[in-house]
């Protein structure tokens, strides 16, 4: 588990770097990766073939930041459950027929279900991006530009910083409990709720010695803080690229009028 | 100066943790606070800060009362390092933990990037600056928890066990560190070499009363005085 920990926080890690994403405004980087994800959203279910061109943002922005791939992608492969479970029923409600390939007939719920996990993808790589291009804190001084309540960003910035030493109180915990187990494998159900409730009491202890800490430096004042850089020309052209590029595959379908025009003049 | 008379401090299920506690520290002298465990140390500090209220009796931190009227006045002359650096350090860089205080006091950014990378090079983390908690030291954290409260400039600094789980090279550290502060100092801790190489005053704590208060040379040599509190006398002088 302490490697799982390790690996949360590695991709943080690369937003050390000096690259020309990394040196972009954190804010426009905020703003270019939600526009995107909410481009990204509002394609229909069944949009997988138009959706395709959009791959090219993150593909670009890691290939230019230097941001390994299979580190992003086992990330990602993490939020691909719960894409699952989310699309699953697309499979078993949907079946009308979207196309035949030879014998086999695709339904559209098996289309609307790539489409899905697609736009999963998109929208998790993006916000991986944005961690290992962006320092924690530089994200958290964009929401504060964007007017963002500070409660949010406290809790966002503490909940980031936390996941870690919960994970370890976890894993010190499971270490404990299987030293003093040997014949089980993991943990067995009988003991998993005084173990979860464990945690839950060292946790709400900690959450109490914690806003103790922060009271006594002044908590709750308004954290003005954050360096006010001020947005350069090349990062309001790359919004303008990106955003602008998003939206032309997003109204346009790329792909079908390449097909349409192969079609008519290819014979 | 901080003055206590007669504190009595109970939990809200009624426990009293300390009953009839009394000392006097002048301003830039250092306190010890020894005993055993559940002796009712890290009580008294948190009475000291105002996160737990006397039931009876007063303290007083410059002659201001600690009360729940009094609070940000109390907050903003003592400054307290907690025993467990991950409790103290919330931020996700070191950077922001050292300027979350100077900025809660309303601080310029200017102002408070000065105070942050004076304490970061005061003491000597000046590298730390951009790592998270997550990814430092024991000795590492330690010395960032003290510089959050370093930045605020307080005149009372109170430490809960500070060289808990520190490797003997980091706790010699925090010996030298701790000699350098300049502010009148309330240390609770086990650790009585500690105690008399940073300390003028030590206050002996057992069963939440007072058991013996004078100069740590008087104290912390005293086998039958320290057996009795449940602590092991320094052996030599």
Same mark, same amino acid.
């Given at each position: ?10 991709? !943080?890690?690369?937003?050390? #770097? =000096? ?67 989310? %699309? ?5 409600? =949907? ?13 559209? %719920? ?39 309540? =500070? ?16 994970? !370890? ?16 494998? %993991? ?29 006594? #430096? ?16 090349? =990062? ?27 079609? #008519?003049?290819?014979? | ?15 009293? $943790? ?28 948190? $009475?000291?800060? @105002?996160?737990?209220? /006397?039931?009876? @009796? ?18 903003? &002359? ?7 650096? *991950? *409790?103290?350090?919330?931020? /996700? ?12 006091? @309303? ?10 990378? *004076? ?13 998270? $908690?997550? +990814?430092?030291? @024991? ?14 400039? /307080? ?13 003997? &090279?980091? +706790? ?43 100069? /740590?040379?008087?104290?912390?040599? *005293? ?11 320094? &052996?030599? +002088?």
């Amino acid at each position: 588990m302490k490697s799982k920990i390790r690996e949360i926080y590695s991709l !943080e890690q690369l937003s050390g #770097r =000096d690259t020309s994403i990394h040196q972009l405004h954190p804010l426009i980087k905020l703003i270019t990766s939600l526009g995107f994800i909410i481009i990204v959203v509002s394609f229909g279910r069944y949009s997988l073939i138009p959706m395709i061109p959009m791959v090219f943002y993150p593909t670009i922005v890691m290939a230019l930041s230097e941001t390994p791939y299979g580190l992003l992608l086992k990330r990602c492969a993490l939020a691909l459950p719960f894409c699952l479970l989310a %699309g699953i029923s697309n499979l078993i409600l =949907d079946t009308g027929a979207a196309f035949t390939l030879g014998s086999l007939s695709i339904s559209l %719920g098996f289309f609307s279900f790539l489409t899905l996990l697609f736009k999963a993808y998109l929208s998790v790589i993006t916000v991986l991006l944005l961690v290992a291009t962006t320092p924690i804190s530089d994200i958290a001084g964009a929401m504060k530009r964007l007017k963002i309540p =500070d409660l949010f960003i406290t809790l966002f910035e503490m909940t980031y910083r936390y996941i870690g030493i919960l994970m !370890e109180e976890a894993s010190s915990m499971a270490l404990a409990y299987r030293l003093r187990s040997h014949e089980q494998k %993991g943990i067995v159900l009988n003991h998993m709720g005084s173990f979860v409730g464990q945690l839950l009491i060292r946790s709400f202890d900690r959450a109490e010695r914690i806003y103790q800490a922060m009271k006594l #430096r002044g908590y709750p004042a308004s954290q003005k803080g954050f360096a006010e850089k001020k947005a350069s020309a090349r =990062d309001i052209l790359y919004l303008i690229i990106v955003l602008g590029s998003s939206l032309i595959f997003r109204f346009l379908n790329i792909p079908g009028t390449m097909n349409n025009f192969i079609e #008519r003049f290819i014979p | 100066m901080i003055k206590a008379e007669n504190i009595t401090v109970s939990y809200p299920d009624k426990t009293v $943790a300390l009953s009839q506690v009394s000392f006097t520290v002048k301003e830039g002298q250092s306190l010890a606070i020894v005993g055993p465990n559940g002796a009712g140390k890290s009580t008294l500090l948190l $009475a000291l800060v @105002g996160v737990l209220l /006397p039931r009876q @009796g007063n303290i007083f931190i410059d002659d201001i009362q600690v009360s729940k009227e009094n609070l940000q006045q109390i907050r903003s &002359k003592v400054g307290m390092v907690f025993q467990n650096p *991950d *409790d103290q350090l919330f931020m /996700p860089m070191i950077y922001d933990d050292l300027a979350f205080g100077p900025r809660n006091m @309303g601080l310029s950014e200017d102002k408070v990037r000065e105070l942050v990378e *004076d304490t970061l090079e005061r003491l000597h983390i000046s590298h730390l600056r951009n790592r998270s $908690a997550l +990814r430092l030291s @024991g000795g590492e954290k330690r010395i960032a928890a003290i510089g959050t409260v370093l930045t605020m400039n /307080p005149k009372v600094m109170v430490f809960d066990e500070p060289s808990s789980f520190l490797d003997p &090279k980091s +706790r010699r550290n925090l010996i030298g560190l701790l000699g350098n502060i300049k502010q009148t100092k309330i240390i609770a801790t086990h650790d009585l070499e500690l105690a008399l190489e940073t300390c003028q005053q030590v206050l002996i704590l057992n069963h939440g009363t007072v058991a013996a208060s004078g100069s /740590p040379h008087e104290l912390l040599f *005293d086998e039958g005085l320290m057996e009795e509190c449940q602590l092991e006398a320094i &052996k030599s +002088r």
